[in-house]
């Protein structure tokens, strides 16, 4: 028995010692450095965007291929009218097809941008809507592209 001890606890040690010198060197950064600023920053922007009761809809699902995505902007209720939206796609695995492209003003509130899903996976979109060149709201949603 004692020899099965002196044979397991080496190996238990040093597979302890391996994970912990990988997670040291493959640190993906998932703490932000400057917490505070970032999110008094949040704050200020969704008291904004509550003030001024601005709403974004959510898009239709992306597909694989060609994508009309349309997004319905509202504030108050009332379409929204003087705002410059702006739409980031990009896959969470890949980021050399993200892209940042600005969306048209099909008709007061109703925007729309056009991109291309060159493969499956999980996609993340954001719409970005600036007022007077200030960042009003920033709008996420994560789309299974199959």
């Known amino acids: 028995m004692k020899l099965f001890f002196y044979i397991v606890y080496p190996i238990f040690f040093f597979a302890m010692g391996c994970g912990i010198y990988i997670a040291y060197r493959s640190t993906d950064g998932l703490v932000d450095n400057n917490y505070y ?10 008291a904004i965007e509550e003030k001024l009761g601005i709403a974004i ?6 597909k694989l291929g060609h994508n009309v995505i349309r997004v319905n902007a ?3 209720g ?7 939206l702006s739409l980031f796609i990009g896959n969470l695995s890949n980021t050399r097809y993200d892209s940042t492209m600005s969306m048209q003003e099909l008709s007061p509130g109703i ?18 809507l600036k007022l007077q060149q200030q960042l009003i709201t920033s709008k996420k949603w994560f789309f299974n592209v199959k």
């Open 57 to 62: 809809s959510r898009p239709d699902t992306l």
């Open 78 to 84: 009332q379409p929204l009218k003087e705002g410059v």
């Open 74 to 76: 509202t504030s108050h």
């Open 37 to 46: 600023e970032n999110s008094r920053r949040y704050f200020q922007t969704k």
């Open 111 to 128: 925007y729309q941008a056009t991109t291309i899903i060159p493969f499956k996976g999980k996609w993340f979109t954001r719409v970005d």
